[in-house]
T-cell receptor
């Protein structure tokens, strides 16, 4: 079976840094994805981690620890447009992605 | 190139009816996955097709079925609709099946069962 946990909601202010955590328990692991979904829109790809460590992409970074079953998405210099749902998803042994319930981030000025 | 296209975008059906949703993947993508998204449960995996074969299936009742055609287009069918089937149904396509392949999502079909 699989279990993916992430906080339901988070709030932050413009210009700040926010870290969204994701813990997972899966039988077989073949990578972890982060997706962003704005209200009423399709999820869009943010990052992929398969090896331990940090992947940086502009204002967004993602970290993975396979031994701990843990990942986080770090968003720097927050902007109002970053208000969205952030979805953690695990690729379980080559199958389709299994998603967490998502974290709704609200950025205020 | 064109993205993942889902039709129709919105649908209203009555309990007991059946419905068919369509998904056209990005050209060249052979893997198509379907998800149900509801506010309480998030994105839940329905099934995945690759080269016209169902490779993986989630924990949904047999009323939910799908298929994939030789051109990689996919359809999903829900029979004997229930109120609880009201949701956003998302389709995602990727190049190979699984692995590091990024999944590209369509805009979804919003199904309302009344």
């Amino acid at each position: 079976g699989q279990n993916i946990d992430q906080p339901t909601e988070m709030t932050a202010t413009e210009g700040a840094i926010v870290q969204i955590n994701c813990t997972y328990q899966t039988s077989g692991f073949n990578g972890l994805f982060w997706y962003q979904q704005h209200a009423g829109e399709a999820p869009t790809f943010l990052s992929y981690n398969v090896l331990d460590g940090l992947e940086e992409k502009g204002r967004f970074s993602s970290f993975l620890s396979r031994s701990k079953g843990y990942s986080y998405l770090l968003l720097k210099e927050l902007q109002m447009k970053d208000s969205a749902s952030y979805l953690c998803a695990v690729n379980q042994a080559g199958t389709a992605l299994i998603f967490g319930k998502g974290t709704t981030l609200s950025v205020s000025s | 190139k064109a993205g993942v296209t889902q039709t129709p975008r919105y649908l209203i059906k009555t309990r007991g009816q059946q419905v068919t949703l369509s998904c056209s993947p990005i050209s060249g993508h052979r893997s198509v996955s379907w998800y149900q998204q509801t506010p309480g449960q998030g994105l839940q995996f329905l099934f995945e097709y690759f080269s016209e074969t169902q490779r993986n299936k989630g924990n949904f009742p047999g009323r939910f079925s799908g298929r994939q055609f030789s051109n990689s287009r996919s359809e999903m069918n829900v029979s004997t609709l229930e109120l609880g089937d009201s949701a956003l149904y998302l389709c995602a396509s990727s190049l190979p099946a699984g692995g590091e392949a990024e999944a590209f999502f369509g805009q979804g079909t919003r199904l309302t069962v009344v």
